[in-house]
């Protein structure tokens, strides 16, 4: 074990004596990624260039170069007046929301 921060993680990647890694605390939203020496010992550090939603990352010695992918949906809630047949957002951010009820 290498980290005890509770992400869900997705993808990880060695780069050199380091593991870089993509995690969030709230599954499926927010990932970033995250670096840490693979002795155990360090606190991980978040990769300083990487945003929201970076996932899967891999690395080539090669080319010196970390890669990731990212994920730009964004959910949103919408209402429909019923009746009218209006369709218009409720509840909009730049961040997911979802589970109207």
Known sequence: Q???????ITGTTWVGDS???SGSKVWGM?????R??????SEPEP??????????PGYSAAANRLVY?????NTDIWQY???SATLAPFIASSVDESNPQ
């Open 81 to 83: 007046q019923a009746g």
């Open 69 to 73: 992918a990212r994920n730009f949906w």
């Open 47 to 56: 990769v300083e260039y990487s945003r929201n939603n970076a996932l899967n």
């Open 30 to 34: 927010a990932h970033q990624l995250w």
């Open 2 to 8: 290498v980290t005890r921060q509770s992400l869900g």
């Open 36 to 41: 840490v020496q693979a002795d155990g010992e």
């Open 19 to 21: 593991i870089v890694y």
